[in-house]
């Protein structure tokens, strides 16, 4: 009885780690990583998805506004059966495409008034965050297994 209460809660189901992050943002818009899964039980995960989501916020206290952009993915649908005890590394490349608002694109036209951008920017409290998110499917769990890295955060 505990056991299948383990199984569907998620205790003691598939662990997942995000390692070896390469630089970001980088010149080719691909970020490497290797992503490590392990098991304290047998079980079997039917798909993995893995995504980089920009968090774009503007505006201060009761003007805040929060805004998730998803600038790529990365799916692996075959089901991957986890003995006890094992670990699986699996190295991933996942393409990007950066999102830039309209200060950005014009801030990087025009150079004299970049520096006038960022202060505006800054005035109205603009700042990005980027998360690296991993999420399974186990079968018989009812609580999938995440993992969520922040790769770096930018007040831009």
Known sequence: MLDRIKKAIGIEGARLDIQ???EFPS?????????????????????????????????KKRDLRVDEYVLGTWEYGDPLPLDKGEEYAIDVKLPYKLKY??????ANRNLVFSGFMKL????KGVK??????????????KLHPTARV???????
């Open 27 to 59: 010149e080719d818009n691909n970020i490497l990583f290797q992503l490590r899964i392990s098991s304290y039980r047998k079980t079997r995960l039917d798909d993995i998805s893995v995504k980089l989501i920009e968090v774009y916020q503007r505006g």
């Open 101 to 106: 608002s309209e200060i950005d694109q014009y």
């Open 150 to 156: 922040l790769l770096n955060d930018t007040d831009q």
């Open 128 to 141: 990005s965050e980027f998360y690296l998110e991993v999420r399974c499917t186990e079968s018989g769990a």
């Open 120 to 123: 505006a920017k800054w005035v």
């Open 20 to 22: 070896n992050i390469s």
